[in-house]
């Protein structure tokens, strides 16, 4: 799954943990993609999924922050061997660049 949450405090956790909590009921293995707009790994704290690939994304011009994130259910077996990080044309986020396997 890919998502864009919000970028208003509280709104974005709750979108999280309802797009988290529906993910974690579908068969097999998931991973979620997007802007989280969620700071600090938090994601992965209130997720329960565990961060694939650790970038700063954010401004694209100095990023200092990571707002993008590749995450994995815990008990996954997606594992990430980042790219070299690409650089956006019109976007304030850097890609993140990953080739995913799945052993």
């Known amino acids: 799954a890919t ?21 974690k009921k579908l068969p097999g293995f998931s991973l979620l993609t997007g ?4 700071p600090g790994n938090l994601p992965t704290k209130l997720s329960g999924y565990q961060s694939l690939v650790s970038q700063a994304t954010y401004p694209s011009w100095k990023p200092k922050i990571q707002f993008d994130y590749l995450l994995a259910k815990s008990d996954s077996e997606f594992k990430a061997k980042h790219l070299p990080q690409l650089k956006p044309i019109i976007s304030d986020h850097i ?5 995913i396997t799945f052993n």
């Open 35 to 38: 802007d989280l707009n969620l």
């Open 95 to 99: 890609p993140i660049g990953a080739e």
């Open 3 to 23: 998502t864009h949450l919000s970028f208003v405090p509280g709104v974005n956790i709750f979108q999280l943990h309802k797009l988290s909590s529906y993910l």
